[in-house]
């Protein structure tokens, strides 16, 4: 019975790393979508937010399964409870990649869409902060997550800095602030999905370790 | 003087050429419950047996270490075998209560150590059926033969007829193997109760049942004691991967 529990904990976890990887994905191109104008990429995300929701439910319907079942204990019942509150930092990740889609849409529709390399820096830095803590996640491996604190500083930087251009080119020209808004807000989705990458990256390493950090 | 109640220390102990206890060392608080978990033929038993010295009944049984209570040294051989039983009683994986009336099981024991008051044998017999939360099903039936008793209300009786001699510890192996679920909550509801004026300790194969009612954890492997730690780090985070993989379900 128990190695049917640990394939079906297995499976879970695959699940999890299904369902990261898609978000990831959404959140690749929706970057590409905003800093591009890349209507393509930003239809592609809608069209796949439905999925991550689903496999949210799914991963949480399977999780609780698992636990009134079998009662887990240990790092079983550790990797358990991860996986329950990642899937909640995973799925808001998905819905900021969705929100920067439909950005980078209002802004082409308007005609006022403008490339903005600055994003796609901002973005990469973000990315690859979700692409680490799920790493660290399949792989039980937490050194890939030390470095989360000054990355998190890095991505809050920069979007300090996105701020202070933005003002001014606000204050340059009144026709830019419905572009700039969009863009204040982007950067704001990115620093967010920053912080939700913390947050995956702090279970993740009570799931391996047993022990409970914070990244500030 | 040591905050424990008990201090075991290097306990080794043989059933003859066959060494069934490899220098095991752990304390148990007062008030607390302990549980000792682990595989068949680990020695949890035979641990839990050397705290009251039951081992001492079985032919080649020898035992090397320390264990004391209240600071003395209970395998010395001047300890007062019986005295000791007395302050550190056990109930068993088999109810076994005595073949006679429910009030006479709970005096037998202050009968033999020479109370004989009625009014005295009374109270505790009120007291103690009390404690072990039987007394609303056999009030009235006190006379009853303890065999008409369901399984659990015997098991609740054994512990009611142990803490008539006013017990300081109470070793407990596997008491609920052989109750149904009600029943096993039942004593579960009563180890707790009983930790405001006792001690326990606990052999069970029920790894869902320690987390539930210790508060101190140790699992035993071939002998020996591998972890000893709050019940809440066993079963959340373990130090041992021998522990981890016991308490997971992946061992052997």
Avoid at chain 1, 86 to 98: F, H, N
Wanted: proline letters at 3%; hydrophobic letters at 40%; one cysteine or more.
């Amino acid at each position: 019975m128990r190695n049917k529990f640990h394939a079906d904990l297995d499976a879970l976890t695959g699940d999890v790393i299904e369902m990261g990887n898609l978000v990831c994905n959404m959140l690749d191109r929706s970057v590409t979508a905003f800093a591009n104008g890349d209507r393509v990429m930003a239809d592609w995300v809608l069209e796949h937010k439905d999925e991550a929701s689903r496999l949210d439910s799914l991963i949480e319907d399977e999780a609780l399964r698992l636990l009134v079942l079998h009662q887990p204990m240990a790092g079983d019942m550790r990797r358990i409870a991860t996986i329950l509150k990642m899937i909640t930092y995973i799925e808001r990740i998905g819905r900021y990649a969705k929100n920067i889609s439909n950005a980078a849409i209002d802004l082409m529709e308007s005609g006022e869409h403008k490339p903005m390399p600055q994003i796609s820096f901002m973005g990469a830095v973000a990315i690859e902060m979700v692409r680490d803590s799920l790493m660290a996640f399949e792989t039980s491996n937490v050194k890939l997550v030390e470095d989360f604190e000054s990355r998190d500083d890095e991505l809050d930087r920069m979007r300090y800095d996105y701020l202070r251009t933005a003002l001014a080119e606000m204050k340059a020209c009144a026709c830019n602030v419905d572009t700039y808004t969009s863009y204040l807000m982007v950067a704001r989705y990115l620093e967010r999905c920053g912080d939700n990458a913390c947050k995956i990256a702090e279970k993740v390493h009570y799931m391996v370790t047993g022990k409970r950090i914070e990244i500030r | 003087m040591s905050t424990n109640l008990i201090d075991i220390k290097g306990l080794n102990l043989w059933y003859g050429e066959n060494q069934a206890l490899h220098d095991v060392s752990m304390s148990v608080k007062p008030n607390s419950i302990t549980a000792l978990i682990g595989p068949s033929g680990c020695g949890k038993s035979t641990l839990l047996r050397s705290i009251n010295r039951m081992n001492d009944i079985i032919a080649g049984c020898r035992v090397e270490g320390e264990i004391t209570f209240h600071d003395k040294n209970i395998l010395a051989p001047e300890t007062d075998v019986m005295a000791l039983r007395k302050k550190i009683g056990m109930i068993f994986q088999k109810p076994n209560p005595f073949p006679m009336s429910i009030k006479d099981n709970v005096t037998y024991g202050p009968r033999l150590h020479g109370v004989t008051d009625r009014e005295s044998l009374d109270k505790l017999v009120e007291e103690c059926i009390n404690k072990s939360a039987l007394w609303s099903e056999v009030q009235d039936r006190l006379g009853a033969s303890a065999m008409s008793l369901s399984g659990g209300q015997q098991q609740r009786l054994c512990i009611a007829r142990a803490l008539s001699v006013n017990p300081e510890v109470i070793l407990m192996d596997e008491p609920t193997s052989a109750l149904d679920p009600i029943a096993t909550n039942k004593i579960e509801d009563l180890a707790q109760d009983l930790k405001k004026d006792y001690t326990v300790v606990i052999v069970t194969h029920n790894m869902q049942q320690a987390s539930r009612i210790s508060d101190y954890t140790g699992f035993m492997y071939m002998g020996k004691l591998i972890e000893f730690d709050k019940t809440e780090n066993i079963f959340e985070n373990p130090s041992e991967e021998l522990t981890e993989r016991y308490i997971t379900g992946r061992f052997g």
